[in-house]
């Protein structure tokens, strides 16, 4: 994660609004025909807090992996004593690969665009044409969604949307969880659909998302970026989509 949009305070929503509101929506599973799916991130941590769950379950049912990493995530902790940008992409990179192993899916392939972070709309169109290419051929792509409240992830959505062509979409939420409600009507929830998790891939998200050190413990006097109530929505025991 770098920093959001808006940071948390007293007007972010708690996970205990969303209790029992999933099983409203109707749920998704995916494609059994899918063999090479493309998973679209702004920063290390995305997708996996977003559909680490998913990534875990296709990967198990034997799906080739193909992540775009646009930025290392150098920018999440300005002006910090401990690690500098430099420093802290070099340990963001090693966190998200040891997630990845934790989540079984070790073997996706990776490709690092090295944007930078907190910019990438200034670099949109080069974005669009880098995963024109990447995307060729792929059954399905996961991105964050285009009206999530980060820049970076709104970017890399209209990127992943501008550039697939044919290619299915799949958009998931991150920041949106802490900054609407049930209803909100800024969120397109006719599209939204529920992804059970199983418990053991339930636990192994939790586990993969527990590897990002830098992000969910303080780092020097820094807080931790994802506090407990942030990361509270994303061990439940499901994912979405729209």
Known sequence: MSAPAAGHGPGATPESAWAGWAPDLPQWVPDPTWRRVVVCAAHPDDEVLGVGGILAMLAGAGVQLHLVAVTDGEASHPGNPVLGPAALAVARVAEHARALDVLGAGSTTCTRLGLPDSAVSAHEGDLVVALGALLAGADAVLAPWTGDGHPDHEAVGRAAVAAAGDVPVLQFPVWTWHWAAPGDP??????ARAVPLPPSVRAAKRAAVACFTTQVQP???DPAILPP?????????????W
């Open 186 to 191: 800024r969120v397109p929830w006719d599209r």
């Open 219 to 221: 780092l020097g006097p």
């Open 229 to 241: 109530e942030f990361l509270a929505h994303f061990d439940r025991d499901h994912e979405v989509l």
